[in-house]
């Protein structure tokens, strides 16, 4: 057992790593362990500091969630205000910017800082002695709201800066609170999916999301940040320049946006709008525009300031990506998985350097929260190369024979039913194999590598298929001809001969393979290996209730609706009965319906597997009731390794975990029971050259 002392130390110990790791990941967006690994450090951190509450401290990593839900944010006076930016909206505006400038200064040239005006929320965070304490927004710029309890939930943002000795007593720094595009897009998907609004843009979930009075739903938003000045500092605290400053603040462990660079005058400002503007929709996050700002800070003194702003920074706006317009019409789209989507027809609008003509409604709830009507003038965003949305609805211009829509019953591709599951927000066509709308995307899938694993059959072969008329639905892949096919475009008469090899090989393949390959809703490789393990024969799936595919493990309620609806549909049955009559066949699998031989195993994969995926490896377990982790510890109990396995095997060695080979692999799949039991203990049938 340790000792105090001993205990005491390794908490330590534990937070300064886990603090680098943060820096690392944060910072320097280089991290060197995996997730899982990272997240073994803070559960032992955590399980560490429950056991001894005396020695939890406000910094710790551990305690970015806590605090209880807010009435009300308190104010905070700002000691140096937070400012505005001046705004440049044409090259010629910059110039003139650069020309008072270099005036005044009397100089030829200027070197200026400059960097992407991020989309987000300013915040101002202080640290004294290294540890967060406060953290505020702009507000009017001389006073804010206190929102600290939320800036810790944020874990880009350190609760305790990195350093030993060089930081000042007092340190406030300013940036911008913001939300990745990726981040936004997954936030929304959730909000659709328990049938709650959905954010405008990424700003306004990225303030919505800070400004929260219970820290705890702050903590489920995927908020970033970047520094880019300084507020409040201890007097004896000095830099020479703006960008030496960044970079001193990365260092401690504050984020630092990566496109921040040096240039001279104008021109030097106006390539760089160009670059940005350029490159802004494969940025990972939204801007607005650029901001120029004379790197050197004496000059910055020099210049002073004007009003609410600063004579030395500008910002150089992009076009506007909100808009007026009218909707003409209203169409609905049928995706992929049978989402019927409403489509704004607009009258046609210049937004964002594009003429946009549609906007994305998302779903009826959403028509019906914000009350939107044909013929009614709205507020369009259009953000990179995404669809653009409707924000809202000008209340005030509504004509008075504005009329409201209403999603249809059938499916517009295909007239099957549309159904909308508990809980969802999205309606669905039922058509699934048979509905056009889908067609095509579920070939591709029924041909990828995991499911029938089709060889040459590519995305714009499918395309081409489909444009020539040769297919329809999934089941004449079977029925292609080679005559048809040597007279297509760029399809050499051996790349024909292979395709045809590859569909006739494709009929020998696996009950679990074929499932995937129907492409059901959240039925992956893992659950279709335990539907076809269970049931032993797509007779038997087919016809299972909800209620009986339940007892799948690892199938709860909605992924058995899905199941049982799929199978409940004529055509998609139709389409299945095809696909068999053509020849595609499997062996049976032995039925598992009892307890399963692998449950509550912890199994760890490494290296690189000859027969195999990771996922094919992963799935096949999982569907044997094996827990499959990326990190080992005493808690695992096989080791599968394939070629240059590293030092997972070295560690699995150290803790006398058994490493299975993957010829190992194959004997455990074929008789799981027997296998493990003919296992010597501690038995290493992995072993190096």
């Given amino acids: 057992m340790q000792n105090g002392n001993n205990i005491s130390r390794r908490i330590d110990a534990l937070r300064k790593e886990i603090r680098e790791h943060n820096y690392r990941y944060y910072v320097e967006d280089a991290p060197d362990i995996p997730d899982a690994e ?40 700002h000691r140096v205000p937070m400012l505005s930016l001046g705004n ?38 202080r640290y004294e002695n290294g540890v967060l304490v406060q953290g505020a927004t702009r507000g009017d710029g001389a006073t804010g709201e206190n929102v600290t309890h939320n800036v810790r939930t944020i874990k880009s943002i350190p609760l305790m800066l990195r350093s030993e000795n060089d930081i000042p007593p007092l340190l406030e720094v300013r940036g911008e609170i913001f939300m990745s595009k990726k981040g936004f897009d997954e936030l929304n998907q959730r909000q659709l999916k328990a049938g709650e609004k959905i954010f405008a843009n990424p700003r306004n979930a990225a303030a919505g999301s800070l400004r929260q009075l219970d820290p705890k739903i702050t903590a489920t938003r995927p908020l970033s940040i970047y520094v880019y000045a300084l507020g409040e500092v201890s007097e004896d605290f000095h830099f020479e320049d703006h960008f030496s400053l960044l970079q001193q603040l990365k260092k401690w462990g504050l984020p630092v946006c990566p496109e921040i660079q040096l240039v001279k005058g104008a021109k030097g400002c106006l390539v760089y709008y160009q670059y940005l503007a350029e490159k802004r929709d494969a940025l990972p996050y939204e801007i607005d525009g650029v901001v120029f700002k004379v790197n050197n800070y004496r000059r910055q003194q020099r210049m002073g300031f004007v009003a609410k702003a600063p004579r030395w920074a500008i910002a150089h706006k992009f076009p506007a990506q909100e808009e007026i317009t009218e909707i003409e019409d209203i169409d609905v789209q049928v995706g992929r998985t049978g989402a019927l989507t409403p489509v704004a027809r607009l009258k046609p609008v210049f937004v964002g350097g594009v003429t946009v003509t549609n906007a994305t409604l998302h779903n009826q709830d959403e028509i019906d929260r914000k009350d939107i009507r044909i013929g009614d003038t709205v507020i369009i965003r259009r953000a990179g190369d995404v669809i653009p949305q409707v924000v809202k609805v000008v209340l005030s211009k509504r004509k008075a024979d504005a009329k409201s829509f209403l999603l249809p019953t059938k499916c ?14 999205i309606n669905r066509c039922s058509g699934g194999l048979y509905c056009g709308a889908q067609q095509k995307e579920a070939i591709k899938h029924y041909a990828s590598r995991k499911a029938m694993d089709i060889d040459g059959l590519g995305d714009k072969l499918v395309e081409q298929f489909f444009e020539e008329k040769l297919i329809e639905t999934i089941a004449d892949l079977y029925r292609l001809q080679r005559a048809d096919l040597v007279k297509l475009e760029r399809m050499g008469e051996k790349s024909v001969d292979n395709l045809l090899m590859a569909i006739k090989n494709s009929k020998e393949t696996t009950l679990s393979r074929f499932l995937y390959s129907l492409g059901i809703r959240e039925v992956g490789e893992a659950t279709a290996m335990a539907l076809a393990n269970y049931f032993g024969s797509l007779d038997e799936v087919k016809k299972a209730s909800a209620e009986t595919l339940q007892k799948v493990p690892d199938v709860g309620p909605i992924v058995a609706n899905h199941i049982e609806h799929f199978f409940s549909q004529a055509h998609n049955l139709a389409v299945i009965e095809k696909i068999i009559s053509s020849g595609v066949h499997w062996p049976k699998p032995e039925v598992k319906t009892g307890g399963q031989v692998l449950d509550k195993m912890t199994f760890v994969i ?58 190992d692999f194959n004997h455990l799949l074929s008789n799981p029971e027997e296998y493990l039991i003919s296992l010597e203990p501690r038995k290493i049938s992995w072993t190096r050259e």
């Fill in 606 to 663: 490494t290296g690189t597997l000859s027969h195999f995926s990771r996922s094919e490896v992963k799935a096949q377990l999982q569907a044997l009731g094996a827990k499959v982790t990326g990190s080992v510890s005493k808690k695992t109990n096989y080791v599968i390794a394939g070629a240059d396995p590293g030092s997972k095997v070295d560690k699995a060695d150290k803790l006398g975990v058994r490493v299975l080979s993957e010829e």
């Fill in 88 to 125: 440049a909206f044409s090259d010629e505006e910059v110039a003139e910017f650069d020309r008072r400038i270099t005036e005044t200064l009397e100089t030829d040239q200027i070197e200026y800082a400059v960097e992407p005006k991020l989309d987000g929320l300013a915040i101002s965070l």
């Fill in 412 to 425: 517009p591709v295909c007239n099957s039913d549309v159904f909308k599951d508990e809980g969802e927000a």
């Fill in 38 to 77: 990272y997240d073994r450090l803070l559960r032992e951190l955590e399980n560490l500091e429950a056991e001894n509450p005396q020695l939890i401290t406000e910094d710790s990593p551990t305690q970015r969630v806590g605090a209880e839900p807010l009435s009300t944010f308190s104010q905070v006076r």
